[in-house]
T-cell receptor, first 108, second 118 residues
Framework: SQQGEEDPQALSIQEGENATMNCSYKTSINNLQWYRQNSGRGLVHLILIRSNEREKHSGRLRVTLDTSKKSSSLLITASRAADTASYFCATDPDKLIFGTGTRLQVFP | GAVVSQHPSRVICKSGTSVKIECRSLDFQATTMFWYRQFPKQSLMLMATSNEGSKATYEQGVEKDKFLINHASLTLSTLTVTSAHPEDSSFYIC??????????????FGQGTRLTVV
């Protein structure tokens, strides 16, 4: 079963623009993680935010978490063509259940 | 970072045959590994949780006799798709957490296996 849903399902932007992806989940969590997947490849961990945190930064990534709304957002600033990938949120720490994902296309 | 190696990356097999996919943690021990299946342009669906030295825990709707999982050591888990059929064609991905790590840590993923059953 999928724990999270993400929107938008697909996002196309120009290089230099910011990209925002949202994730909503259903049950209480200990933490929420964001992963990136290049086409036909495995997943790479981007960032983990704990349930008692509201915001976290890592390089050009900014993640927010609102446990009252059961939602999280991932912001990629100053996007690059190399950021083109699918992005997933994941919850349920024991099993890592993934959201539906957002396919991001960054045009040079 | 930790490395998880998945092999083979691509496999084509005939309908009715069995295929084994290996997932190895190269530089760490993993008491728990996870197997996912992914259809094109869709998310990862958890199939089962593989625990070293014990039986795997399958998610609802996943046939355990169809998808045999063995976790014989702290660095190796295998998924065998038995009597494969074209509908089993998919992208299979494994992941692992370090032994002793809490749930508040990242998981490391293999590169995936593209299975095509003809």
């Amino acid at each position: 079963s999928q724990q999270g849903e993400e929107d938008p399902q697909a996002l196309s932007i120009q290089e230099g623009e910011n990209a925002t992806m949202n994730c909503s989940y259903k049950t209480s969590i200990n933490n929420l993680q964001w992963y990136r997947q290049n086409s036909g490849r495995g997943l790479v961990h981007l960032i983990l935010i704990r349930s008692n945190e509201r915001e976290k930064h890592s390089g050009r990534l900014r993640v927010t978490l609102d446990t009252s709304k059961k939602s999280s957002s991932l912001l990629i600033t100053a996007s690059r063509a190399a950021d083109t990938a699918s992005y997933f949120c994941a919850t349920d720490p024991d099993k890592l259940i993934f959201g539906t994902g957002t396919r991001l296309q960054v045009f040079p | 970072g930790a490395v998880v190696s998945q092999h083979p990356s691509r496999v084509i097999c005939k309908s009715g045959t069995s295929v084994k996919i290996e997932c190895r943690s190269l530089d760490f021990q993993a008491t728990t590994m996870f197997w996912y299946r992914q259809f094109p342009k869709q998310s990862l669906m958890l199939m089962a949780t593989s625990n070293e030295g014990s039986k795997a825990t399958y998610e609802q709707g996943v046939e355990k006799d169809k998808f045999l999982i063995n976790h014989a050591s702290l660095t190796l888990s295998t998924l065998t798709v038995t009597s494969a059929h074209p509908e089993d064609s998919s992208f299979y991905i494994c992941s692992a957490r370090r032994r002793g790590s809490s749930s508040n840590t990242e998981a490391f993923f293999g590169q995936g296996t593209r299975l095509t059953v003809v």
